[in-house]
């Protein structure tokens, strides 16, 4: 029922900003969990950020706090990602999902996946 396009993966150097977009399509209820996860080459897939679509409520990876914000904009449908002070360890394909069950910090607990956008940080 729910379709995720991800967009605005790049090439940057170490310090630098990305802003990541993630566009739904189907109908989202208001006690889904939107989230961003990223897996980089020879890594398991690795829990970023959530939001709660109705409240707001965010959780953030140890990895990321104070670098990373996740947002939505209920009127458009889209969950963002704002990544600033990037570092080279950030490189990664990053992955927006839907979560209808189970922890929030585990890739299983999302039933609907988006394809990806690639992020590569340089030093």
């Known amino acids: 029922q729910v379709q995720l396009v991800e967009s605005g993966g790049g090439l940057v150097q170490a310090g630098d900003s990305l802003r990541l977009s993630c566009a739904a399509s189907g109908r989202i209820f208001s006690s889904v969990y939107m989230g961003w996860f990223r897996q980089a080459p020879g890594k398991e897939r690795e829990f970023v950020a959530t939001i709660t679509w109705s409240g707001g409520r965010t959780y953030y990876a140890d990895s990321v706090k104070g670098r990373f914000t996740i947002s939505r904009d209920s009127s458009k449908n889209t969950v963002y990602l704002q990544m600033n002070s990037l570092k080279p360890e950030d490189t990664a394909v990053y992955y927006c999902?839907?979560?209808?069950?189970?922890?929030?910090?585990?890739?299983?607990?999302?039933?609907?996946w988006g394809q990806g956008t690639q992020v590569t940080v340089s030093s």
């Open positions: 999902a839907a979560r209808s069950r189970g922890s929030y910090y585990v890739p299983g607990s999302y039933d609907y």
